[in-house]
C-alpha cells in the first residue's frame, strides 16, 4: 500500500514510518524537515506545509491512506479538512487522550482539577474530533492513545476500545510510540473504524 504520514519527523510520526516500511508499505514522509532527512529505502521524503493546501492534496493523492500527525494547537482544521477533500485519501488521525471518558462517563478534559498545561493542546485536540464528527465529508479516522503516549517497546500486546479510557489492571493507562503504531497501520491494512474514532492502550 501506498501511505502518505504527515508529520513524518515527529515522535509518533517516525515510528509510523518505521512500522509501515517494516511491513513493505511505500511511504510518503511528509514533513517542513523533510530535506533534512537520511534516504531510506521505502520512503520518499517531500517538504510541504499543511497551510498549503493544493500542494499537500496533490502529495498525499493517490496513495491507499494519509495519516496525520501533528500537533492539534495551532493547527488550522479547515485547511486539514481542504486537503482531505482534494486529496481524495482516507484520513487518519493521531489524536489526544483528554477527549476520552473515565469510568464514570466524564470527558477527562471537563474532570476536576485537570491540568491546563495540558488544555492548550488537549482542547484543540477535542475540538478537532468534534468537527470530524459533525462534518467530515470525507472517510476518517481519530485514533487517540492512552493517557501515558511516550517511547518504548514495541511488544505488539495492547488492547482496543471506543470512546473510554483503557487501564490496565495496575491502574495506569499508557501506550508506546512503537504499539500505537502497530493499532494504526492494522487499521490502514483491514479498516475496522472508518468515520469512527478508536483508542489504544495496555
Known amino acids: 500500500m501506498k501511505i502518505a504520514i504527515m508529520g513524518a519527523t515527529?515522535?509518533?510520526?517516525?515510528?509510523l514510518v518505521n512500522e509501515a516500511t517494516s511491513r513493505g508499505?511505500?511511504?510518503?514522509?511528509?514533513?517542513?524537515?523533510?530535506?533534512?532527512?537520511?534516504?531510506?529505502?521505502?520512503?520518499?521524503?517531500?517538504?510541504?506545509?499543511?497551510?498549503?493546501?493544493?500542494?499537500?492534496?496533490?502529495?498525499?493523492?493517490?496513495?491507499d491512506a494519509a495519516i496525520l500527525s501533528m500537533p492539534f494547537?495551532?493547527?488550522?482544521?479547515?485547511?486539514?479538512?481542504?486537503?482531505?477533500r482534494k486529496g481524495g485519501t482516507r484520513l487518519l488521525v493521531v489524536g489526544g487522550a483528554a477527549s476520552l471518558k473515565n469510568?464514570?462517563?466524564?470527558?477527562?478534559?471537563?474532570?476536576?482539577?485537570?491540568?491546563?498545561?495540558?488544555?492548550?493542546?488537549?482542547?484543540?485536540a477535542r475540538d478537532f474530533l468534534n468537527r470530524l464528527k459533525a462534518e467530515a465529508d470525507f472517510n476518517w479516522t481519530f485514533l487517540s492513545p492512552a493517557m501515558f503516549f511516550g517511547p518504548g517497546e514495541r511488544t505488539g500486546?495492547?488492547?482496543?476500545?471506543?470512546?473510554?479510557?483503557?487501564?490496565?489492571?495496575?491502574?495506569k493507562s499508557s501506550i508506546s510510540y512503537e504499539d500505537f503504531a502497530i493499532a494504526?497501520?492494522?487499521e490502514i491494512e483491514t479498516p475496522r473504524h472508518e468515520n469512527k474514532r478508536f483508542t489504544v492502550g495496555y
Do not use: C, Y
Not at 41 to 63: F, P, R
Not at 73 to 84: E, R, T
Open 10 to 15: 515527529g515522535n509518533a510520526g517516525q515510528r
Open 157 to 171: 500486546s495492547f488492547r482496543l476500545g471506543a470512546d473510554t479510557l483503557l487501564t490496565a489492571p495496575d491502574g
Open 103 to 124: 469510568e464514570e462517563g466524564v470527558v477527562l478534559l471537563d474532570t476536576p482539577g485537570f491540568p491546563d498545561f495540558i488544555k492548550v493542546e488537549a482542547t484543540p
Open 184 to 186: 494504526m497501520i492494522d
Open 73 to 84: 494547537n495551532g493547527l488550522n482544521v479547515d485547511n486539514v479538512f481542504g486537503v482531505a
Open 25 to 63: 508499505h511505500q511511504v510518503t514522509g511528509i514533513s517542513r524537515h523533510a530535506d533534512t532527512q537520511a534516504a531510506r529505502g521505502g520512503v520518499s521524503w517531500v517538504k510541504a506545509d499543511i497551510n498549503d493546501v493544493d500542494a499537500m492534496a496533490g502529495t498525499i493523492a493517490g496513495h
